[in-house]
């Protein structure tokens, strides 16, 4: 008997089988095929991580769908070995007439320092060690207790009866007391002078080199966090070679400086900022600024040039008659004339693609990018790695309310509408953005003030009253 073959066989069924065979065939391919295309799709577009997590990981991949996939270093778990590269600076110094006994400060101190595990080289005076150490337990902190006063640090010395006179001279400022003022300036020379000395102090045992320098206010974390590497190394570095690439390689990472904004201002504002001149003074005196005071910094040599910057300008203002008593006004003055040497995170940015192109639901208390926390310290989530943000991502979606929209729970009411959950958004070239906010034409002003050897001024200030 003769073998019949496979393919004479298949022949021989019945057309609806045949027919049925076929339609299969089909269907089967189409699916393949679609999978693959995705599959390359992804891999090319979506870069590595995601991809990872689309095919390692897709239930969660599937629960927390925008965020999820917008986040390529979320998927990964991050060495911290390079955490020793940053270092954190600030400064404690109570005012005389605060409202508050010092023990107040305690809690709000330990939700920064009895967590995070960074470096933190800390000015305060003698009095106040004590609350620091305690704070901070054993982490790795330097206190530096030679100045008891803003005033004794040598940018500063001498000025004290001048910023006296100032405080009253410009009661719109709103400024409470002139210490204050003095604790604001003395900021770009903490943080200049911390990561110089702190190879000297235990700190910079074992061959330490600091990468980058952060200036935090002593007060900027006012609840409990999961940030403990934080500024997080690799995620920074990162963050300054994207500055670097938007730029258009024209910058070096080290020239770059981070300082935060909350908010561009409306139309009026940006005209006063667009025919800013440096010879008016410090940047939008007195208005919403740009530029947040609570946090800055960089490489090294960007944070030195930043401090030569910053003193030399407001040498220059103060004997002019300025009001320089809010910190944040000589920044946004700063980042008018030198644009090119800036990066920030701007929450609120209303062209942000994270905002743009995902759907955050409405909700009183959420940011444009979702339930983020209090906006103003928007940035500490931006500088954390990817697992840290998630940790605080679940703890702001546990504290809103409503809509109530994640599919995993069951309720696929308003899933629609997509999730709550704080998105990151993009690092902008603070160049580019004053581009875009003045219009193309827009050119910088000219810095015609500066010089690194600007005196500090005499007694005999003639005001500029406005
Ligand atoms: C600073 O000026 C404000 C506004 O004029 C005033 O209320 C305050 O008492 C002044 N502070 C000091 C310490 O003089
Ligand atoms: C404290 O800081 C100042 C300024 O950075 C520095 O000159 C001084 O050496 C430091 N003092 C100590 C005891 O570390
Ligand atoms: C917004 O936040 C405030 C204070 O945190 C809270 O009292 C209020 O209930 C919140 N509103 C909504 C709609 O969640």
Known sequence: MAQI???????????????????????????????????????????????????????????????????????????????????????????????????????????????????????????????????????PIYINSSYSSPFDIPPLEGLEDIYIEMNHTFPEKKVHHHKMSGIWNAKAFFLDEAWKHAYDTPLGRGGKHYEYVFWSDAGAMREPNAYENWPEYNRVDTLWEEGRKLSGYMMQKDELFFIPIIEMGDWAYRKNGMNWKDTNGPGNPGQVPWSEGSFLGGPPYAVTWFRQVFYSYHNAWLARGHFVGIDQDLFSGIMLLYPHRFITSWISDPVAPAHLYTSVPEGDNLSRLGACGAQWYYYEWFLSDGET???????????????????????????????????????LWVKKLFEREFGETWVPPQATLVNFENPKPKDDIKWVLS
């Open 5 to 139: 073959s496979l393919g004479s066989r298949i022949l021989q069924l019945p057309r609806t089988v045949k027919v049925a065979f076929a339609l299969f065939f089909v269907v089967v391919s189409l699916f393949l095929l679609s999978t693959a295309s995705w599959d390359t799709y992804s891999r090319f577009t979506l870069g590595e991580h995601q991809h990872d997590l689309a095919l390692g990981n897709a239930q969660s991949a599937y629960t927390e769908p925008a965020y999820a996939a917008a986040q390529p270093s979320d998927a990964k778990p991050i060495s911290h070995h390079d955490q020793s590269k940053v270092l954190v600076v600030s400064a404690f110094f109570p005012l005389p007439q605060s409202n508050h006994p010092i023990s107040d400060y305690e809690t709000w101190f330990s939700y920064f320092l009895s967590n995070l595990k960074t470096d933190v080289y800390f000015y305060a005076p003698p009095d106040v060690v004590p609350l620091i150490k305690k704070v901070r337990g054993d982490l």
């Open 389 to 427: 943000r998630d940790k605080m991502r679940d703890r702001w979606l546990g504290q809103i309310q409503e809509p109530e929209n994640r599919i995993a729970e069951g309720n696929w009411d308003g899933w629609w509408k997509g999730s709550n959950a704080c998105r990151l958004t993009n690092l």
